[in-house]
């Protein structure tokens, strides 16, 4: 069982127990009763929040998402509490509880939560930069005085990564070193930085790590100013946006028919206040439908990378 797994075996264990518990109160006095055809429940247990759950990426996460958080709030009516995860497992492990209401996840978080019992629905893929469709890029970086240009470069050296469960920060990096004749079981040292902008400062420190990965928007105001060389990129798939099933129907509702497409000027339009948007839409500059089969690519990629310890 992987430290991942193991983690998360309790929240499971408490469900479990949570609902042998319902169970055995039995049924209402009148049976006859049927629910309301909005029923539905908030993770708070308050109908006036919504808990937005975001992946802890930077340092600057919640500000990255303060836009998009004020868009819920104004297409839904209600306040919008961020839950800001300690790291990729706690958002895991807060979507598996019912603790959110709406999150941004990455691609393997979602698939994660998922395999782990999250009961949560992707409709909307991120938008990034210039992109037309849902997907950002993972960047290979190293030191300027590393001497690596190729990523069988990297091959005896410590490695930055951002976390067990990061798409671009760990999930294709792997299948990336793999095709360069690279195991990143074996043939490196992995440092797990914890964000993307600590695993590219950590690379042009050069203390840590001689080179690593790290997402383009974190990486590519780095490569500009020198402080760390590009090696290679890969697209990977859009970040979903996901809400509970457990929201009533109308939020659920609303979510899709407003968030499912929508621009960074779509939203500004709308009320949303944003100081610089060109550099806001460089993180997050809309959204376009997605649904589960779109993740399919990652439980594909996960088949042909069984060394990658959260893909069992």
Request: with cysteine; proline share 5%; charged share 20%.
């Given at each position: 069982m992987n430290r991942i797994s193991q983690r998360l075996l309790g929240v499971g264990t408490a469900a479990l127990l949570l609902a042998g518990l319902a169970a055995c109160a039995g049924t209402p006095a009148d049976s006859s009763e049927t629910p309301a055809a909005d029923a539905g429940t908030f993770a708070s247990g308050d109908d006036t929040k919504l808990v937005f759950g975001v992946v802890p990426d930077t340092e600057s996460t919640q500000n990255n998402w303060e836009p998009l958080g004020d868009y819920i709030s104004i297409i839904t009516g209600k306040d919008v509490e961020f839950f800001e995860a300690a790291d990729y497992t706690a958002l895991i492990e807060a979507a598996i509880a019912g603790k959110i209401d709406v999150a941004a996840f990455s691609g393997f978080t979602y698939y994660n939560a998922v395999k782990n019992g999250a009961e949560i629905t992707p409709f909307a893929g991120q938008l990034t930069g210039d992109l037309k469709d849902p997907g950002y890029y993972s960047v290979a970086l190293a030191n300027p005085s590393a001497g690596i240009s190729t990523l069988a470069d990297f091959k005896g050296k410590s490695i930055c990564f951002v976390s067990e469960t990061s798409t671009s920060g760990y999930l294709f990096p792997s299948k990336a070193l793999l095709e360069a004749g690279v195991d990143p079981a074996k043939d490196v040292t992995p440092v797990f930085a914890g964000k993307h902008d600590a695993s590219a400062e950590k690379i042009a420190a050069g203390t840590e790590c001689a080179a690593g990965f790290a997402e383009d928007a974190v990486a590519d105001p780095m490569i500009a100013d020198g402080k760390v060389v590009e090696i290679a990129r890969e697209l990977v798939p859009g970040a979903p946006i996901v809400y509970s099933?457990?929201?009533?129907?109308?939020?659920?509702?609303?979510?899709?028919?407003?968030?499912?497409?929508?621009?960074?000027?779509?939203?500004?339009?709308?009320?949303?206040?944003?100081?610089?948007?060109?550099?806001?839409?460089?993180?997050?500059?809309?959204?376009?439908?997605?649904?589960?089969?779109?993740?399919?690519?990652?439980?594909?990629?996960?088949?042909?990378?069984?060394?990658?310890?959260?893909?069992?």
């Amino acid at each position: 069982m992987n430290r991942i797994s193991q983690r998360l075996l309790g929240v499971g264990t408490a469900a479990l127990l949570l609902a042998g518990l319902a169970a055995c109160a039995g049924t209402p006095a009148d049976s006859s009763e049927t629910p309301a055809a909005d029923a539905g429940t908030f993770a708070s247990g308050d109908d006036t929040k919504l808990v937005f759950g975001v992946v802890p990426d930077t340092e600057s996460t919640q500000n990255n998402w303060e836009p998009l958080g004020d868009y819920i709030s104004i297409i839904t009516g209600k306040d919008v509490e961020f839950f800001e995860a300690a790291d990729y497992t706690a958002l895991i492990e807060a979507a598996i509880a019912g603790k959110i209401d709406v999150a941004a996840f990455s691609g393997f978080t979602y698939y994660n939560a998922v395999k782990n019992g999250a009961e949560i629905t992707p409709f909307a893929g991120q938008l990034t930069g210039d992109l037309k469709d849902p997907g950002y890029y993972s960047v290979a970086l190293a030191n300027p005085s590393a001497g690596i240009s190729t990523l069988a470069d990297f091959k005896g050296k410590s490695i930055c990564f951002v976390s067990e469960t990061s798409t671009s920060g760990y999930l294709f990096p792997s299948k990336a070193l793999l095709e360069a004749g690279v195991d990143p079981a074996k043939d490196v040292t992995p440092v797990f930085a914890g964000k993307h902008d600590a695993s590219a400062e950590k690379i042009a420190a050069g203390t840590e790590c001689a080179a690593g990965f790290a997402e383009d928007a974190v990486a590519d105001p780095m490569i500009a100013d020198g402080k760390v060389v590009e090696i290679a990129r890969e697209l990977v798939p859009g970040a979903p946006i996901v809400y509970s099933n457990a929201l009533p129907q109308s939020i659920i509702d609303i979510l899709v028919d407003k968030l499912s497409e929508t621009t960074m000027d779509d939203m500004i339009a709308a009320g949303v206040v944003v100081a610089d948007p060109d550099a806001a839409k460089e993180w997050f500059a809309g959204t376009k439908p997605v649904d589960d089969s779109y993740y399919d690519q990652i439980r594909d990629l996960c088949k042909e990378l069984p060394s990658v310890e959260s893909c069992q």
